[in-house]
Structure formats: C-alpha cells, structure tokens
C-alpha cells in the first residue's frame, strides 16, 4: 500500500525565514513525487515535480529515497506564499491515481 | 484554453436526498478524476476513468457513490440517500495520459456538498 505522511497541519513563520514543509512517503517501488498548492479561493494547481527537479516560486524539493522523504523548501518566505499545501505520490507505472497527504497549512506573517 | 470546470460551484441538501455534480474536463484529456476533500482528510481518490478502460473504482467510499462519464467527456458524481459526513469538497481532475510517460492533474474549482 501507498501513503504520505505530512506531520504538520499547520506550519506558522514570518517573512524571510526559511521554510521546511515536511512530507514522508510508503512505497516499495520506485514513486513519483509531487507538490500540489492550494491559495485561498483558488483551485488547486501543480507546484513541482521530482523528476523535474526544477524550483518553482523559489520552492524546492529533494526526493530522497534513503530517508523516503520529498521535503519542501523555501530559503525565505513571502507573505504569497500562504497557502495549503499537499504532497503526492503516484506508484504503479502508468496507473495515474495521486494518493495525497493530509496537507500542510502555511501561514507566512509579515 | 479552459481549464476543468464543475457545477454547481456549491449544493446544499437534505439528508437522504440524491445529488448530482457535474464535471467538465479540459478538451482532448484522456484521464479523469474524482477525488473528494474533507477538513483535516486532505484528498481522497474516489474514482478514475481513462479512455475506454473499466474505471478504476476502488476509492468509492460505498455503494451509495456511483459515476459515469459519457463519450469520454463530460463525467457526473452521483451520491444516493445523502449522509452528512458526505459533505465535502469534491474535486474532479483531468489529465492527458501519454504511453509511458508522465502526466499533470489539472483541477477543476469544486463542488462544495453541504448535506444537512
């Protein structure tokens, strides 16, 4: 079975500190990882991706297997930044359900 | 282009009562979803369609959930006798699915379900 893990429900910072939004996943094979963002009153919308190690709004993540995790971070928070955010899993080669986390909230404060 | 939409954007009903929510994929995506959003759950899979293949069902939390998705678009989420722990956000998501290759979900606003 697959699952993610995201520990906190809310994480609460202030503009310009560093942000970790944790995210731990179970799956025995080899998993594609993803960040999904929700702003307040907006749909919910891709943020990054694993295997295109890109950074995205200046967010990035890091998928390590070893520690089956795919944390995210941000050196410095913006106030813009606010916003829940979902980590996801896909598992089965080309079987194209995302199994969520519970999600993280996060509050940046000026 | 237009994104994936959803109607009603809200429903509010009686217990015991059918509903019906609506979704529209983006044009020419294979792959469609529902996922359902409750406070504190996060996102949970409900069903999937992809092109002809029998829909992967497995998320449906009982038999009162049921949906069907005409000529490969348009897709309705029917839920039967409505309960109050049915109310959520319910999310329908598309995708275009290439052979071996990676896809992005694209989400549509929701439908918030207010059963009372």
């Known amino acids: 079975a697959q699952r993610v893990t995201q520990p906190e429900k809310l994480l609460s910072v202030f503009k310009g500190a560093p942000v970790e939004l944790k995210c731990n996943y179970s799956?025995?094979?080899?998993?594609?990882l993803f960040w999904y963002v929700q702003y307040s009153r907006q749909r919910l919308q891709l943020l990054l991706r694993?295997?295109s190690r890109e950074s995205i709004k200046g967010f990035t993540a890091d998928l390590n297997k070893g520690e089956t995790s795919f944390h995210l971070k941000k050196p410095f928070a913006q106030e813009e930044d606010s916003a829940m955010y979902y980590c996801?899993?896909?598992?089965?080669?080309?079987?194209?359900?995302?199994?969520f986390g519970k999600g993280t909230m996060l509050l940046v404060s000026p | 282009g237009a994104g994936v939409s959803q109607s009603p954007s809200n429903k509010v009903t009686e217990k015991g009562k059918d509903v019906e929510l609506r979704c529209d994929p983006i044009?020419?995506?294979?792959?469609l979803y529902w996922y359902r959003q409750s406070l504190g759950q996060g996102l949970e899979f409900l069903i999937y369609?992809?092109?002809?293949?029998?829909?992967?069902k497995s998320g449906l939390p009982s038999d009162r959930f049921s949906a069907e998705r005409t000529g490969g678009s348009v897709s309705t989420l029917t839920i039967q006798r409505t309960q109050q722990e049915d109310s959520a956000v319910y999310l329908c998501?598309?995708?275009?699915?290439?052979?071996?290759?990676?896809?992005?979900?694209?989400f549509g606003p929701g439908t918030r379900l207010t059963v009372l």
């Open positions: 996801a899993l896909r598992g089965q080669s080309g079987y194209s359900t995302l199994t």
């Open positions: 998501a598309s995708s275009l699915v290439l052979a071996g290759g990676s896809d992005t979900q694209y």
């Open positions: 799956y025995s094979g080899s998993p594609e």
């Open positions: 044009s020419g995506h294979t792959a």
């Open positions: 694993h295997i």
């Open positions: 369609f992809q092109g002809n293949s029998a829909p992967d």
